[in-house]
């Protein structure tokens, strides 16, 4: 992986034999490490997990996408590299604010961002639960998620947690 050297899927979500990390300890580890990276990293980590969801998804069915815009200094996935490939569909892109309204559309697509992800493919945010909100309102869309593949962690998910369709990494 570009992004964690010698770590090995998973790494960063131990906390000691058997114990599952609460969501705001993960939540902290992840953007400590995330902070760490460069942007050339950033850079290649999306190329890399976007072409993964390109090369998996049938473009030539979706007529509507929802993607998430990068926090700005996050070091988040960048998705761009995948909306720019969808030249059939719409793209909407929702800004990175808590308070952002829900959208009214219907999407056959929504990306979203992820902090951290589960081998399950459940994924932890920031904890504002905007999209949580968002994919219980939209439960026909494909649900994408990109990440780097050093943030699969173990964390307790909760019932208003939404599994999502597809999780692509670096």
Known sequence: SLLCGNHQKGACGSSGEGV??????VRQMLIRRLEQIDSARVRDASI?????????IDSSRIV???S????????????????????NARVDKVPPLKNAPMPEETYDVIIVPVLGFRHDGYRL????????????AQPQAVTIGLAYAC?????????????????FTD
């Not at 890399?48 to 998996?56: G, N």
Request: glycine share 8%; hydrophobic share 35%.
């Open 64 to 66: 509507t996408v929802l």
């Open 20 to 25: 599952v990390p609460e969501k705001p300890v």
């Open 125 to 136: 945010g920031r904890g504002g639960g905007w999209y949580d909100r968002l994919l219980e």
């Open 68 to 87: 998430y815009v990068p926090i700005a200094g996050a070091n988040e996935i960048d998705p761009a590299y995948l909306t720019d490939c969808l030249q």
């Open 48 to 56: 890399a997990a976007c072409e993964a969801a390109y090369r998996a």
């Open 151 to 167: 943030t699969e962690v173990d964390f307790l998910s909760e019932p208003h947690d939404k599994r999502l369709t597809h999780m």
